[in-house]
Nanobody, 119 residues
Framework: QVQLVESGGGLVQAGDSLRLSCAASGRTLSNYVMGWFRQAPGKEREFIAAVLWIGSNTAYADTVKGRFTISKDTVKNMVYLQMNSLKPEDTAVYYC????????????WGQGTQVTVSS
């Protein structure tokens, strides 16, 4: 089992920055992919970014590429999402997730943290 707890959400203005954190615990994460997703009201959950726990490979959705950066601290067992140049359309509940490498679906999810961007 992997437990994930997000933090760092809040209310910001358009153009501001925010950093989300995800604390991971449980089994070793060395063979995991860590991801961030978001879900806006009335919309489906969408992929935002992912990073290998071991290695430097990252992936981003086109909607956030160049504005958001995913990073990790394998000593502290933390995953971060740095969000810059925030837009009102970034408003959503943001979720941290984990899946085994080679798996197609994310098996573990956090409870989510709300990010609201006002115009």
């Amino acid at each position: 089992q992997v437990q994930l707890v997000e933090s760092g959400g809040g209310l910001v203005q358009a153009g501001d920055s925010l950093r989300l954190s995800c604390a991971a615990s449980g089994r070793t994460l060395s063979n995991y992919v860590m991801g961030w997703f978001r879900q806006a009201p009335g919309k489906e959950r969408e992929f935002i970014a992912a990073v290998l726990w071991i290695g430097s490979n990252t992936a981003y959705a086109d909607t956030v590429k160049g504005r958001f950066t995913i990073s990790k601290d394998t000593v502290k067992n933390m995953v971060y999402l740095q969000m810059n140049s925030l837009k009102p359309e970034d408003t959503a509940v943001y979720y941290c997730a984990a899946k085994g490498r080679g798996q197609s679906t994310y098996a573990y999810w956090g409870q989510g943290t709300q990010v609201t961007v006002s115009s």
